[in-house]
T-cell receptor
Framework: GNSVTQMEGPVTLSEEAFLTINCTYTATGYPSLFWYVQYPGEGLQLLLK?????DKGSNKGFEATYRKETTSFHLEKGSVQVSDSAVYFCALTPYSGAGSYQLTFGKGTKLSVIP | DTGVSQNPRHKITKRGQNVTFRCDPISEHNRLYWYRQTLGQGPEFLTY????????KSRLLSDRFSAERPKGSFSTLEIQRTEQGDSAMYLC????????????FGDGTRLSIL
């Protein structure tokens, strides 16, 4: 079956530091890949997505590139802010011919940014 | 776009009682999904509707769980004879019918079993 593995947290960074959260996946064919973010006390919000190999998703200074050869979708940001403190989830949906639309999530990585 | 709405936000009940949650998707979205999230874990898929048809169910959805979407708009998730292990956050999401479109989540219903 499909699975997503992301680096375990918590991750604590100083403001303006560089962020990388690793994510690798196991799936048949070409799944669609997503990063969701969950701020304290709130629901999941879509951060960015990529639907085919070598696509780069970006939003709010965050970026992730769909790497088919390494089955990875690592999240990066050049300079984090205190407001980026949240839990980040990597997720996938199966390739479009699978007839399934369920999201498979990683366990989440908690990021804390200190001033 | 008013977003996905879930009610109630919190539900506390005694073991053995039945509970029902409601989800109102984004109005033009014909796909609706239910997930369950326990503390420290990512959400796990429970079931999915396209319009009023329930097309996919997870093995996590035991026979005590039932979901409906009678007119293809809002959906309800009922848990009968609740157990301690049902304590979790229940999340609803919706999306359009186009392929590769992201799912948009509500804030969830937190269920606590006493």
């Amino acid at each position: 079956g499909n699975s997503v593995t992301q680096m375990e947290g918590p991750v604590t960074l100083s403001e303006e530091a560089f962020l990388t959260i690793n994510c690798t996946y196991t799936a048949t064919g070409y799944p669609s890949l997503f990063w969701y973010v969950q701020y304290p006390g709130e629901g999941l919000q879509l951060l960015l997505k990529a639907t085919k190999a070598d696509d780069k998703g970006s939003n709010k200074g965050f970026e992730a590139t769909y790497r088919k050869e390494t089955t990875s979708f690592h999240l990066e940001k050049g300079s984090v802010q205190v407001s980026d403190s949240a839990v980040y989830f990597c997720a996938l949906t199966p390739y479009s011919g699978a007839g399934s639309y369920q999201l498979t999530f990683g366990k989440g990585t908690k990021l804390s940014v200190i001033p | 776009d008013t977003g996905v709405s879930q009610n109630p936000r919190h539900k506390i009940t005694k073991r053995g009682q039945n509970v029902t949650f409601r989800c109102d998707p984004i109005s033009e979205h014909n796909r609706l999904y239910w997930y369950r999230q326990t503390l420290g874990q990512g959400p796990e898929f429970l079931t999915y509707f396209q319009n009023e048809a329930q097309l996919e169910k997870s093995r996590l959805l035991s026979d005590r769980f039932s979901a409906e979407r009678p007119k293809g708009s809002f959906s309800t998730l009922e848990i009968q004879r609740t157990e301690q292990g049902d304590s979790a956050m229940y999340l609803c999401a919706s999306s359009t019918g186009q392929s590769n479109q992201p799912q948009h989540f509500g804030d969830g219903t937190r269920l606590s079993i006493l």
